[in-house]
């Protein structure tokens, strides 16, 4: 069954500091991982693509990487800000035409 | 930079009513999309569209349906409206599909009572 898998759930952290957001998915064919950020209210907003062939790609604070091998991605978040409040969801093109929707990690910055 | 426009952005509908969830997108993209977002839950593709004058359903069409007259514009119909309906909305749209990134309105928070 092709399915993208989050986790943590909700994390919780200080401003300041560091996290990693996990993404495990069983989509086959693959083509690319998308990480999106969604605000509360609003709509996702595009934070990276990956294809196969790349194992890292960075947006400002935000790094993503991906194995191809062993079906994993993760979203790093550097020197966090409040405004990095949100849920961050990840997102697998299986084929040309499917995009299977992880359930997403809601991460909340305290001060 | 208006981008996808969605409107309204709440409503609350009376079971057995009807309504249009409207979507303009100024980006001159040929992809259209409407997904909900239910609790807890990934985004379902309810339909979608390659074009002006081309649909196709998605993974949840059932008590759904669309329309896509112009490259702009991008209407969801609700027809006899169930409470299983009750879901935020996203229009989006992309230059293409595959590699290209998707552009997602603001949503649309839809309550059926």
């Known amino acids: 069954k092709n399915q993208v898998e989050q986790s943590p759930q909700s994390l919780i952290i200080l401003e300041g500091k560091n996290c990693t957001l996990q993404?495990?998915?069983?989509?086959?064919?693959?083509?690319?991982l998308r990480w999106y950020k969604q605000d509360t209210g609003r709509g996702p907003v595009s934070l990276t693509i990956?294809?196969?062939?790349?194992n890292t790609k960075s947006n400002g604070r935000y790094t993503a990487t991906l194995d191809a091998d062993t079906k994993q991605s993760s979203l790093h978040i550097t020197a966090s800000q409040l405004s990095d409040s949100a849920s961050y969801i990840c997102?697998?093109?299986?084929?040309?035409?499917?995009?299977?929707f992880g359930t997403g990690t809601r991460l909340q910055v305290f001060p | 930079n208006a981008g996808v426009t969605q409107t309204p952005k709440f409503r609350i509908l009376k079971i057995g009513q009807s309504m249009t969830l409207q979507c303009t997108q100024d980006?001159?993209?040929?992809?259209m999309y409407w997904y909900r977002q239910d609790p807890g839950m990934g985004l379902k593709l309810i339909y979608y569209?390659?074009?002006?004058?081309?649909?196709d359903k998605g993974e949840v069409p059932n008590g759904y349906n669309v329309s896509r007259s112009t490259t702009e514009d991008f209407p969801l119909r609700l027809e006899l409206a169930a409470p299983s309906q009750t879901s935020v909305y996203f229009c989006?749209?992309?230059?293409?599909?595959?590699?290209?990134?998707?552009?997602f309105g603001e949503g649309s928070w839809l309550t059926v009572v």
């Open positions: 569209s390659v074009g002006a004058g081309i649909t």
């Open positions: 997102v697998v093109l299986l084929g040309t035409d499917k995009l299977i």
């Open positions: 993404c495990n998915y069983t989509v086959s064919p693959f083509s690319n």
């Open positions: 980006m001159n993209h040929n992809y």
């Open positions: 989006a749209s992309s230059p293409s599909y595959g590699g290209n990134t998707i552009y």
């Open positions: 990956m294809t196969f062939s790349e």
